[in-house]
């Protein structure tokens, strides 16, 4: 493997596990709508400068600009709005993990829809993703956080969410569409429907140092997510194969619950941490 390529990956992974943290600090004094809202927009800034600058746009038909918008609806809107929302009510270092099982899903998805070969560790896989959701949704005693067992499970489902962005966003580029350009629809499209729903409701906050903290901690978090982590990714699959890259995807698992405990200061109990390791051997199986 490249070593410039594995670099890049893992630059991806930490600057995405870091911005889910990040996301739970902010979330303790805005609600989802609002760090939602802010997020998509404050990426595009740079988003369209380097799109336009230094990278080559092709979108290919209407047929694929549809399908990769559709990919933004059900990821960076509805996926982002859902797993926020699950994780300002939960303990991060429990949602984390089966939120970011989303490339298990994706393998899932290539094999039911796209005629992908069915190997016998996916099984295996899906095992191991369950026993871990199990573990990470037990009860900590005394953290209040873990009082709302319910996330975890939710959880599932925007992974699935993320899951199924993945190969239709494959299917994209392979049919004319170039990475900028997909990434530039994708949050395009978040910035649009989280502000349409953000102005819908239009939560009112009284100002004071919390308020502007959260909100810079959001925008860092927009940075993170959709600019930074998206470019370094892509330009490691610009060096690499995506099969070959894709184990990397497991770092969100690892240092978004490292982070957690470090910089949030949860307590993870030991099902906590054996459920994470579940997590992760699965994901780490399904991409090798």
């Not at 709005?81 to 300002?88: M, N, S």
């Not at 873990?146 to 392979?174: D, H």
């Not at 997909?182 to 395009?188: D, M, P, S, Y």
Request: charged share 15%; proline share 3%; glycine share 8%.
């Amino acid at each position: 493997m490249e070593l410039l390529a594995a670099v890049l990956a893992l630059g991806a992974t930490i600057c995405w596990g870091m911005d889910q943290v990040i996301g739970k600090l902010a979330l303790r004094d805005i609600d989802a709508l609002t760090f939602n809202a802010l997020r998509p927009p404050f990426a595009m800034v740079f988003i369209i400068p380097y799109a336009l600058l230094l990278e080559q746009l092709s979108f290919g038909s209407l047929e694929i600009i549809a399908l990769v918008a559709f990919a933004g609806f059900i990821a960076e809107f509805l996926g982002a709005e859902l797993y926020f929302y699950i994780l300002k009510r939960s303990a991060a270092h429990r949602v984390i993990p089966v939120g970011n099982s989303d490339t298990l899903w994706a393998t899932l998805i290539a094999i039911s829809f796209f005629g992908e070969e069915a190997r016998a560790v996916v099984f295996l896989a899906i095992a191991l993703v369950i026993v871990g959701t199990f573990f990470l949704s037990q009860e900590n005693v005394g953290d209040s956080d873990s009082k709302w067992r319910a996330g975890v499970f939710l959880a599932i489902f925007v992974a699935f969410l993320w899951g199924l962005a993945l190969p239709v966003t494959k299917y994209c580029f392979e049919n004319g569409m170039t990475p900028a350009a997909a990434q530039t629809i994708r949050i395009a499209v978040a910035s649009l429907l989280c502000n349409a729903l953000f102005f819908a409701r239009r939560p009112r906050y009284k100002s004071g140092s919390s308020i502007s903290k959260a909100l810079k901690l959001t925008l860092l978090s927009g940075f993170l997510a959709f600019f930074l982590g998206f470019l370094l990714w892509l330009q490691a699959l610009k060096m690499i194969s995506a099969s070959t890259i894709a184990p990397f995807l497991g770092g969100k698992v690892a240092f978004g619950f490292i982070f957690s405990i470090l910089i949030l200061r949860e307590r993870a109990t030991k099902k906590a941490i054996l459920g994470m390791f579940s997590v992760l051997a699965g994901i780490i199986l399904v991409t090798i």
